[in-house]
């Protein structure tokens, strides 16, 4: 059987992987993997070509087999793959990955791959998805978790399989029922989570706090444009919520509104409450101008950030 994996939720095409590896009585160490983007395309049809010394079967993984997507940056004459895909052998088992969000079929030979291999789509979750991937964990797991500490669980893990999984492992060493506080003291703030804290902050024009955020988030080798473009995104989300609210829009409205968590939603209205429409499209502004100067080399991007929350402090204090 040849596979085509593609998509961005690594942790699910890990799973899958593993399965298919699974299924055919091997292991991780049996498998022969490549680098599509570091080794020539005829070592790896040579190999799956080659018989196993000691197993029934084997499994080739060629990783980065971005010749699938709209950014090759493989150079593969992909002739002799197809050719191989059209008659396997029935001994091996290929399989190609390619962390893109769709499959380049457009190009008729991509097409033809595809209709040679078994296809799955390993895209990332959305917030749906993540809350019931959560709630089955915590079955499959017999955790025993208090409503209120699930409820802040699924609110702070980001829309990562792997990242889940990884806080599963130790909530799953706590032998006590799990409260919020156990949540708040073991498990990972999601980056989201610190920015709306950083801009609800700045919004008060609490310098020290915002400060020890940005410090925080600087320890954990947070990119200052990364955290501009965040930010941004807060501030865009906060003013959509803000122009529904005025418009009179409930809670439940917005949220169809805006297709955002009801938890975000309801924070954001939160904070809407004494948020005017002119201060966020000030913050936007200003972050937009900050982005165009790092961007032109006009200014350290590290100076820039700290010199606009020193800015947004100040503007309190007169």
């Avoid at 690594?10 to 080794?39: G, R, W």
């Avoid at 078994?118 to 955790?143: A, P």
């Amino acid at each position: 059987m040849n596979y085509i994996l593609y998509g961005e939720e690594a942790a699910t095409m890990k799973k899958k992987i593993h399965s298919i590896v699974k299924d055919l009585h091997l292991n991780m160490e049996q498998v022969s993997i490549y680098d599509a983007q570091q080794v020539p395309l005829k070592v790896i049809l040579e190999d799956v070509s080659s018989i196993p010394f000691f197993e029934e079967n084997k499994v080739v993984l060629v990783q980065n087999a971005t010749f699938l997507s709209s950014k090759d940056t493989t150079g593969y004459d992909l002739a002799p793959l197809l050719s191989y895909l059209k008659d396997p052998m029935n001994f091996s088992t290929l399989i190609l990955t390619c962390a893109c969000t769709k499959l380049d079929q457009r190009k008729k030979i991509v097409k033809e791959i595809i209709q040679c291999s078994k296809v799955f789509e390993c895209s990332r979750m959305n917030e749906r998805d993540k809350e019931d991937v959560i709630r089955t964990l915590v079955k499959r797991r017999k955790l025993s978790i208090k409503t209120d500490a699930l409820q802040l669980f699924i609110d702070r893990m980001p829309l990562d399989l792997a990242i889940i999984e990884n806080e599963f492992d130790k909530l799953s060493l706590f032998e006590k029922e799990i409260d919020v506080n156990t949540i708040h003291e073991l498990t990972i703030r999601a980056l989201e989570e610190n920015v709306f804290d950083i801009a609800e902050a700045m919004l008060k024009k609490d310098m020290k706090k915002t400060f020890r955020l940005w410090k925080d988030l600087e320890a954990q080798q947070i990119e200052p444009i990364y955290l501009i473009a965040t930010l941004a995104s807060q501030f865009r989300f906060l003013y959509q919520v803000k122009l529904l609210m005025n418009q009179g829009f409930t809670k439940k409205g917005i949220v169809s509104e805006t297709q955002a968590h009801p938890y975000r939603v309801q924070k954001a209205m939160e904070q809407c409450q004494w948020i005017g429409i002119d201060s966020l499209l000030t913050e936007l502004q200003e972050l937009a101008d900050l982005d165009q100067k790092i961007k032109g080399g006009q200014i350290d991007k590290k100076l820039g950030f700290e010199l606009y929350l020193l800015k947004n402090g100040i503007k309190k204090q007169r």
